[in-house]
C-alpha cells in the first residue's frame, strides 16, 4: 500500500458528457476527502466520507456532481453535465481515524485533472 | 467562519539561503490543528510540518521550522538552507479535531516560492 492512487490522471471531455473519477485510499484510513483544486488557488472541500458514510458536503457541490464510496474503501467522483467551469484538478485525501487522524493531517493523492473543451 | 490568508503570492530565494512564508488565520476555536504542505509541480501535496495549538514550543523538522504566534494567531514557515528541491507551491492549513468546528482542512491560497541557483 504505497499510498492515495487517483484514476485517471489526466481527463478531457466535451461540454455536457459524464465523467467519473476514482479514488483508493491509504487501507486502513477510514476518511476520505475530495477536494477541488484552480490554477494557482489552494484545494477547496467538496465532500467526505468517514467509512461509507458521507458525512458532509459543501455548497461547492452542486446537483452534478455525487460521490460514493459503497463498501467504506474506494470513493468514485461523478460530474454529470460537465461545464467548463468544472475546469480543475480534482485531488482526494484520506486520512486515520478520529483522534490521531485528527493531528497527522491528510495523505493525498496525484490527483485527477479534468479539462472541459 | 475558520479563514486562512497566506499573503505573499510568490516568493524567490537564493540556494543556501533562509526564507520565511507567512500565514495567518482566523477561528475562535481554542483547540486546532496548523499544517504546512508543499505541492511541487505537477506532483502531489506533501506534508511539511504540522503544529497542535495546544502546545506552545514550535514545531521543527530537520530544514523547516515555525513560528506559532497563538495570540496573534499567526503561523509562519521557516525554510533555512533553501535548496532548488524546495521549489514549489506551500500552502498553509488550519483544522479543528473531529467534533470542532470544521472536520476537513481549510487551505490557504498559497505561497509560490522559486530557489534560485
Known amino acids: 500500500d504505497t499510498g492515495v492512487s487517483q484514476d485517471p490522471r489526466h481527463k478531457i471531455t466535451k461540454r455536457g458528457q459524464n465523467v467519473t473519477f476514482r479514488c483508493d485510499p491509504i487501507s486502513e484510513h477510514n476518511r476520505l476527502y475530495w477536494y477541488r483544486q484552480t490554477l494557482g488557488q489552494g484545494p477547496e472541500f467538496l465532500t467526505y466520507?468517514?467509512?461509507?458514510?458521507?458525512?458532509?458536503k459543501s455548497r461547492l457541490l452542486s446537483d452534478r456532481f455525487s460521490a460514493e464510496r459503497p463498501k467504506g474503501s474506494f470513493s468514485t467522483l461523478e460530474i454529470q453535465r460537465t461545464e467548463q467551469g468544472d475546469s480543475a484538478m480534482y485531488l482526494c485525501?484520506?486520512?486515520?481515524?478520529?483522534?490521531?487522524?485528527?493531528?497527522?493531517?491528510?495523505?493525498f493523492g496525484s490527483g485527477t485533472r479534468l479539462t472541459v473543451v | 467562519a475558520q479563514t486562512v490568508t497566506q499573503s505573499q503570492p510568490e516568493m524567490s530565494v537564493q540556494e543556501a539561503e533562509t526564507v520565511t512564508l507567512s500565514c495567518t488565520y482566523d477561528t475562535s476555536e481554542s483547540n486546532y490543528y496548523l499544517f504546512w504542505y508543499k505541492q511541487p509541480p505537477s506532483r502531489q501535496m506533501i506534508l511539511v510540518i504540522r503544529?497542535?495549538?495546544?502546545?506552545?514550543q514550535n514545531a521543527t523538522e530537520n530544514r523547516f521550522s515555525v513560528n506559532f504566534q497563538k495570540a496573534a494567531k499567526s503561523f509562519s514557515l521557516k525554510i533555512s538552507d533553501s535548496q532548488l528541491g524546495d521549489t514549489a507551491m506551500y500552502f498553509c492549513a488550519f483544522k479543528t479535531p473531529y467534533g470542532g468546528a470544521t472536520n476537513k482542512l481549510i487551505f490557504g491560497t498559497g505561497t509560490l516560492l522559486a530557489v534560485q541557483p
Open positions: 466520507f468517514q467509512n461509507e458514510a458521507q458525512l458532509e
Open positions: 485525501a484520506s486520512s486515520l481515524p478520529t483522534g490521531t487522524g485528527d493531528s497527522y493531517g491528510y495523505t
Open positions: 503544529q497542535e495549538a495546544y502546545k506552545q
